[in-house]
Structures are given as C-alpha cells and as structure tokens.
C-alpha cells in the first residue's frame, strides 16, 4: 500500500508540474501575441503617417525647385535620402529580430531546472537534495 501510495503522490508531483509549466507557457504565449498586436498595429500606423509625410515633403521640395536648373539634382539627393532612410531602417528592424530575447524563455528555465532536478534525483550517487524539503518520516 505505501508502494501505491508513493508512486500516486509522484504521479501527482509530476502532473502538477507539467500543469504549472503549461500555465507558464499559456502566461508568456499571450504576453507575447499581445506585444505583436500592438507593435504592428503602431508600426502600421507609423508608416502609413510617415508614409503621407514624405509624400507632401516630396512635392514641396519638387514644386520648389521646379522652375530651376537644379530640379532634377533635387529629386535625385531626395531619392538618396529616402534609400539610406530605408537601409538604417531595415538594419534597425534586422538587428532587432536577431538580438532580441528568445520568446519563451521563462519557460524553458523552468523545464531546464525540471530536467536537472530530475537527472540529480535519478543518481543515488549524487549530492542529496538541500533544496528539497526533508519528510519527517525519514531519518
């Protein structure tokens, strides 16, 4: 009977934990599509706003450079204006993405200490447990 016993309560350990570590993961999984949502929804409007800015800015330096010779070097240093713009840009939003923290990464802590806990406990060999807390019914 303490056989049955031990093994429910360590059926029952390991499923809490697998529960708690899909909670976490459930936690981080809506954080994460929330920030998406709002980060394109503001990057949308950003650009659609920059976008009409640049449009009106363009007309204004081309009508006003229109009646001299220097028309056409003006709409060239404004083409290479908005190129370089979008390069810096584009190496912005490039760098973001390959530094920026791996999502989930709480939860594969988690599992990480679950997997040394679990490997320590599987060694009779190793060190005991001292953050494990003591059963009274041991000696």
Do not use: N
Request: aromatic residues 10%; contains cysteine; charged residues 20%.
């Amino acid at each position: 009977m303490a056989l049955r016993q031990s093994v429910g309560d360590l059926a029952c350990t390991l499923i809490s934990i697998v529960r708690t570590r899909l909670e976490l993961f459930a936690l981080e999984a809506t954080e994460q599509k929330s920030q998406l949502v709002a980060i394109l929804g503001m990057a949308f409007a950003a650009l659609l706003f920059l976008t009409l800015a640049v449009l009106v800015f363009s007309m204004a330096v081309a009508l006003y450079f229109w009646p001299t010779d220097q028309r056409y070097m003006a709409l060239g240093l404004l083409a290479l204006l908005y190129g370089v713009l979008g390069l810096f840009f584009f190496l912005m939003v490039r760098r973001k993405l390959l530094f920026s923290p791996m999502p989930f990464a709480a939860t594969v802590d988690e599992l990480k200490r679950d997997l040394t806990l679990v490997e320590r406990l599987r060694d009779p060999a190793a060190e005991p447990l001292t953050d494990w807390p003591a059963h009274k019914d041991q000696p």
